[in-house]
C-alpha cells in the first residue's frame, strides 16, 4: 500500500504563484510513476503532468505547459507542482497519485488539495 499527502494548495490571485507538494509513505520503493490531476467543478478529473522515478518528465497538460513544472525528490518521498501565472481557470482540486511497477494505471491517489484562483 502506498499512502499520499497532497499540501500546499490555497486562495491566490490571478498571476501568483503556489508550490504543491505530494508526500509519499508505505511501500514508496515500488513507485514508478507519479502523477498530479485536477479536477474543477462540474468538469472530469485530467492529467496535468507525471513523472518517473527516474526524474523524467512524461506529461504534462497543454493548458499548463510553460507555467507549472512538476519535480520529485526521491530522497523524501515528495514530487511537487510549482504552478506559476494561475489563470481563474486552474482553480480545481489537486490529486497526487501514484502507478507502481507491475500495476495498471494510478492505483493510489491522495485525498486531493484545493487550489482556487481569483481574478
Known amino acids: 500500500q502506498v499512502q499520499l499527502v497532497e499540501s500546499g494548495g490555497g486562495l491566490v490571485e490571478a498571476g501568483g504563484s503556489l508550490r504543491l507538494s505530494c508526500l509519499a509513505s508505505?511501500?514508496?520503493?515500488?513507485?514508478?510513476?507519479m502523477g498530479w490531476h485536477r479536477q474543477a467543478p462540474g468538469k472530469e478529473r485530467e492529467s496535468v503532468a507525471a513523472?518517473?522515478?527516474?526524474?523524467?518528465?512524461?506529461a504534462v497538460a497543454e493548458s499548463v505547459k510553460g507555467r507549472f513544472t512538476i519535480s520529485r525528490d526521491n530522497a523524501k518521498n515528495t514530487v511537487y507542482l510549482q504552478m506559476n501565472s494561475l489563470k481563474p481557470e486552474d482553480t480545481a482540486i489537486y490529486y497526487c497519485g501514484a502507478q507502481v511497477d507491475g500495476g495498471s494505471g494510478y492505483e493510489y491517489w491522495g485525498h486531493g488539495t484545493q487550489v482556487t484562483v481569483s481574478s
Open positions: 513523472i518517473s522515478w527516474r526524474n523524467d518528465i512524461l
Open positions: 508505505g511501500r514508496t520503493d515500488n513507485v514508478y510513476i
